[in-house]
């Protein structure tokens, strides 16, 4: 993902600070939404409906291979692959 991506909120360097950002602008257009990827890895936008925060990742629904971790008190996992 290239910095400054057009219609994100960014840190300093560029870098979309938002989860839905990154949903929004660069895996609903880029990528293909799946209801089951297998035990393929794929990039994940995740949500606690509970409470709305947000967390994307690049990996498995239990393995995060990117990003900043797994986010366990997710409620509802998309899949874009």
């Known amino acids: 993902m290239k910095p400054n991506l057009a219609g994100c909120n960014t840190c ?3 870098r979309p600070i938002r989860a ?11 990528f293909t939404l ?4 297998g035990k ?3 990039f ?3 949500i606690n409906n509970d409470n709305g925060r947000e967390h994307v990742y690049y990996g498995t629904k239990n393995h995060c291979s990117a990003g900043t971790g797994l986010y366990p008190d997710a409620t509802e996992y998309e899949y874009y692959i």
């Open 20 to 30: 839905a950002d990154v949903r929004n602008h660069y895996f609903i257009p880029n």
């Open 44 to 46: 994940i936008y995740c």
């Open 12 to 14: 300093p360097s560029g």
């Open 40 to 42: 393929k890895e794929c």
């Open 34 to 37: 799946t209801n089951d990827p």
